[in-house]
């Protein structure tokens, strides 16, 4: 897994179809995701802005696994919108699995993420802007390996998913934000 995780990382378009094909990475790309989400978890609790709030160890640990939590559940998401975008609008061939597999895997970069609890605010966004920066751009050669696209349809299929998932983000959110208490 540690292994997979450091050529995802160097963006290794090998071990991208190597984990699509593998059926029994399944596990380890969840544990990928997991890991990654968490470090983004305890990465988010243990920030100065977190800790300004003065929450407990209880406050901490809750904060780190919901953040954790919500990591995952965002990244399935998109998982669902990248597949169904890349299979029935650009025609990628790939099943759920074989597309899911590379993207939880591109997740291995946001291990670093916990370092967005260093105590000075520059650094902390400039770690967050590079790892994201990292991830996305992993996201999009998972994308690329795994449906068998170029670097054009896999960026197409990259942004119309992201739009897809603004614009409903926007639409709940305005109802949301509408309802009353």
């Known amino acids: 897994m540690w292994s997979r995780m450091k050529k995802v990382a160097r963006l290794d378009g090998a071990t991208f179809l190597e ?25 988010q609790a243990l920030s100065p802005a977190s800790l300004a709030g003065n929450y407990g ?13 919500i990591s995952m559940i965002a990244l399935l998401i998109w998982s669902m919108t990248s597949y169904l975008v890349g299979t029935k609008l650009f025609k990628g061939a790939t099943s759920f699995f074989g597309l899911l597999r590379p ?13 967005v609890s260093i105590p000075i605010d520059l650094a902390s966004k400039a770690v967050a802007a590079v790892v994201l920066g990292w991830m996305l751009i992993a996201e999009v050669f998972a994308i690329k390996n795994a449906m068998g696209f ?3 349809r896999s960026m197409l299929t990259f942004i119309v998913g992201f739009l897809i998932l603004l614009l409903i983000a926007t639409t709940f959110g305005g109802i949301w934000a509408k309802r009353k208490p």
Not at 19 to 28: E, S, W, Y
Not at 103 to 115: E, H, K, M
């Open 150 to 152: 170029d670097m054009q």
């Open 57 to 69: 160890l209880y406050g901490i640990i809750v904060g780190a696994f919901a953040t954790m939590l």
């Open 19 to 43: 984990l699509r094909n593998d059926n029994k990475a399944t596990g380890q790309a969840i544990g990928v995701l997991a890991l990654a989400s968490l470090s983004y978890g305890v990465g």
């Open 103 to 115: 993207l939880f895997f591109s997740a291995s970069p946001g291990l670093l993420l916990v370092f």
